[in-house]
């Protein structure tokens, strides 16, 4: 089958990649000039990189590890000590690590709690242990119960200590969905300590060695292409056109540089775009379907990534760094942890401003000056006295809407990769899938969906043939 999948991010390029395996022909259609949405990548006139987001891929993700070796790219992920680490604003310039032993989980986890004496006491990490049982014993069944409370809300239902909340999970819920633990639904949190405790190597980190456009998606689109097929840059889906009884008819392009529109026929269709530009293209017919209503309780949040270029070193750590700072969320010093951005003279830190909501409309001089002013708080050392360090150059990238805003009784709003419209399916991170707005649950995502449309086409082609032959040929073709 020829499958019109609009959007050229993991999602979708995940979907192109699972189908051309499946025997179909794939197109993706991508609005921008740019493979990776969300993890897409620009070079600057100096042949420096930046990003829309520093990404950091876990030991937790098997679908990712998985695609990673079938394209046979394992090596350019650099896996890091298996650690936490945390700033200390109390004591700035210092850190606060969790260790991970290698000890089987949740061995090595509890090891790693129970190590850390700097952000936590022996009863609060005792109390926070025993709030977590109810999770450990019940599993992912009481982790989705749990979506209609905020974290705040849930660890104060567990008598956990407000302090847990303060000198942890601020940091953790930023990093996992951009906002604060009031709003943050503790399905997320619950979701992610499980695979952490669960998993020896759950939350072991690693960071791509170059551009996530070049060392990623480069190698799916070859992969792909390879294979019979297509990824189109510049090819905005403008409108989706249906047929009478509402299946998909075309889906219309954009025309770009004053060209005309084009009509994309295809056998079937994929929505790989994010929610937000699907709720806004769907067509009035299906809009008053309960399946595509319930998509209008998921909004993507806002986040800001910076680069900064030092004339020095400010770090040697060689790993993610939580800043538990009120304006940022998580730091790199890319200089030390991916290959490719190597500089032994000079640091560069890419970071997350989050929560944006009060940033994402300001000018980028003043997203860098707060920011610097916060980096002067974690390490005075290098800003003050006779020769403080000097910001070279920087670089902000705004995602007004990335990632759905994983809010409490969002789980019930995700649709499935499955539609009711019969030539139409759905990938992207926001779908339901077990891991969340994450680059693995987008990779997920666009395998799920190529593996319901393989399912129906070897079901179309039992349902159309009378002759067995041609039938057990379709069959193992699928
Ligand atoms: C700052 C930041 C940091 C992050 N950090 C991490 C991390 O450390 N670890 C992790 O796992 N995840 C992280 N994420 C999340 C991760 O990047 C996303 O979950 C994932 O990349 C989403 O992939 P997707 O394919 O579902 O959506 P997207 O990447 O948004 O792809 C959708 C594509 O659709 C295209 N599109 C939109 N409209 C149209 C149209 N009309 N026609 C055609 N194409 C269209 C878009 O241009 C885009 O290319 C981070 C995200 C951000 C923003």
């Known amino acids: 089958m020829r499958v019109a999948i609009a959007g050229a991010g993991l999602a979708g390029l995940s979907c192109a990649k699972y189908l051309v395996d499946a025997g179909h022909t794939p197109i993706v259609l991508e609005r921008r000039d740019v493979l990776g949405g969300k993890i897409a990548a ?6 420096d990189w930046y990003e829309t987001g520093l ?11 998985q695609l990673f070796k079938e394209l046979d790219i394992e090596d350019r992920l650099q896996w890091k000590e298996h650690t936490m680490i945390f700033n200390q604003p109390d004591q700035p310039g210092t850190y606060s690590r969790f260790d991970f032993p290698d000890l089987p989980a949740p061995i090595n986890g509890v090891i790693a709690i129970l190590g850390n004496n700097d952000m936590l006491t022996w009863p609060e990490k005792i109390k926070f242990g025993i709030g977590l049982i109810p999770a450990m014993i ?3 069944k009481y982790v989705e119960a749990m979506d209609q409370y905020s974290w705040s809300e849930w660890m104060k239902k567990q008598n956990i200590p407000p302090r847990v909340e303060k000198e942890v999970f601020i940091a953790m819920s930023k990093a996992l969905n951009f906002i604060d633990p009031n709003e943050i639904s503790s399905t997320i949190l619950l979701t992610a300590l499980n695979r952490f405790l669960q998993e020896k190597n759950g939350s072991k980190m690693a960071f791509l060695d170059g551009s996530p ?60 775009m994010p929610v937000d530009p699907l709720k806004v293209m769907l067509p009035h017919f299906w809009k008053q379907m309960d399946f595509f209503k319930k998509l209008d309780g998921l909004e993507g949040v806002p986040v800001i990534n910076l680069h900064l270029w030092f004339d020095r070193k400010l770090t040697d750590i060689d790993h993610l760094l939580f800043s538990r700072s009120p304006l940022l969320s998580v730091y790199a010093d890319m200089s030390n942890t991916c290959k490719e951005y190597a500089n032994s003279d000079r640091s560069m830190l890419e970071l997350v401003l989050a929560p944006a909501r009060n940033w994402i409309s300001k000018s980028d001089e003043e997203i860098i000056a707060a920011t610097m002013a916060e980096l002067e708080k974690l390490f005075p050392q290098h800003f003050t006295g006779d020769n403080p360090t000097q910001l070279l150059k920087s670089h902000v990238v705004k995602t007004p809407r990335s990632v759905y805003k994983a809010t409490p009784g969002r789980q019930a709003c995700r649709p499935d990769q499955k539609t009711p419209i019969k030539n139409f399916y759905l990938a992207g991170d926001y779908t339901m899938q077990q891991y969340l707005g994450s680059m693995e649950g987008a990779v997920l995502s666009g395998k799920l969906a190529a593996s319901v449309i393989a399912q129906d086409s070897l079901l179309d082609a039992v349902n159309s043939s009378s002759d067995y032959n041609t039938t057990a040929r379709k069959v193992q073709m699928v």
């Open 42 to 47: 620009w070079k600057d006139a100096d042949g």
């Open 55 to 65: 990404h950091i891929f876990f030991g937790a993700y098997p679908n990712m590890l």
């Open 138 to 140: 019940k599993g992912q």
């Open 213 to 272: 456009t070049e060392r990623l998606c480069d190698p799916l689109v070859e992969y792909i292409t390879a294979r019979g097929g297509e990824v189109r840059l510049n090819a905005p889906l403008k409108e989706i056109l249906l047929n009478e009884d509402g299946s998909v008819k075309a889906f219309l392009l954009r025309g770009m540089d004053g060209a005309p529109d084009e009509v994309f026929t295809a056998d079937c269709y994929v929505s790989a």
